[in-house]
Nanobody
Framework: QVQLVESGGDLVRPGDSLRLSCELS????????IAWIRQAPGQEREAVSY????????PYLKAAEGRFTISRDNAKDTVFLQMNRLNVEDTAVYSC????????????????????WGKGTQVTVSS
């Protein structure tokens, strides 16, 4: 059974950076497309970024463009989310989710298409 474990969340100040990690076990990362998804208090979950198994297609939530970078290390079965210039609106629980590598990724925001989910890591941005 595939399992995903996130780490790297923390309490930081506006303008700081964080790097989140999502480690996959029970399978091979190169068999899966991975999304980072966040849920802020009282709000719906939203997809933040996505990496296909081949790694070339990496879309971002508009609010994250230019500040966040997703990457993957298939040899380590780990996906990263580098988050720079954090602001209070980025406060949320960040989770990673996996789905099979088929398709062109155009429906990456469709959360129901992800089969495996991690429990999440808390990111709090506060002055």
């Amino acid at each position: 059974q595939v399992q995903l474990v996130e780490s790297g969340g923390d309490l930081v100040r506006p303008g700081d950076s964080l790097r989140l990690s999502c480690e996959l076990s029970g399978g091979f990362l190169n068999h899966y497309a991975i999304a980072w998804i966040r849920q802020a208090p009282g709000q719906e979950r939203e997809a933040v970024s996505y990496t296909a198994s081949g790694g070339s297609y990496r879309p971002y939530l508009k609010a994250a463009e230019g500040r966040f970078t997703i990457s993957r290390d298939n040899a380590k079965d780990t996906v990263f989310l580098q988050m720079n210039r954090l602001n209070v609106e980025d406060t949320a629980v960040y989770s990673c989710a996996a789905r099979g590598r088929g398709g062109d990724g155009s429906n990456w925001r469709a959360l129901s298409t992800y089969r495996f989910w991690g429990k999440g890591t808390q990111v709090t941005v506060s002055s």
